[in-house]
Nanobody
Framework: QLQLVESGGGLLQPGGSLRLSCAAS???????AIWWFRQAPGKEREGLS??????GYADSVIGRFTISRDNAKNTVYLQLNGLKPEDTAIYYC?????????????????WGQGTQVTVSS
């Protein structure tokens, strides 16, 4: 079965850090660009960060979040620092093929089920 599986979410206090993982099962990630999204209750899905298949290009909308990948482990990561209560959401990853190994994709072939991040004191 071809799928993405997110992990690493949890409950933590404001100011804390987490590293989320997005692992591929049944296929290899090294030819896919990866996006991380999140969706909070009652809000639209928000794109957070993307990384190209080569890892040579990466961008994050939120400066406290950093995306990285380890193609040898078939996994992409999202480091979340300085977490705030408004970061509470379900975090998803998505894989898509871009036109270059140094670009992010605009369409997605695979989505994960998401991992819950809750920030509360």
């Amino acid at each position: 079965q071809l799928q993405l599986v997110e992990s690493g979410g949890g409950l933590l206090q404001p100011g804390g850090s987490l590293r989320l993982s997005c692992a591929a099962s049944g296929f290899t990630l090294d030819s896919y660009a990866i996006w991380w999204f999140r969706q909070a209750p009652g809000k639209e899905r928000e794109g957070l960060s993307c990384i190209s298949s080569s890892g040579g290009y990466a961008d994050s909308v939120i400066g406290r979040f950093t995306i990285s990948r380890d193609n040898a482990k078939n996994t992409v990561y999202l480091q979340l620092n300085g977490l705030k209560p408004e970061d509470t959401a379900i975090y998803y990853c998505a894989a898509g093929r871009a036109t270059s190994a140094y670009r992010c994709a605009s369409t997605y072939n695979y989505w994960g089920q998401g991992t819950q991040v809750t920030v509360s004191s």
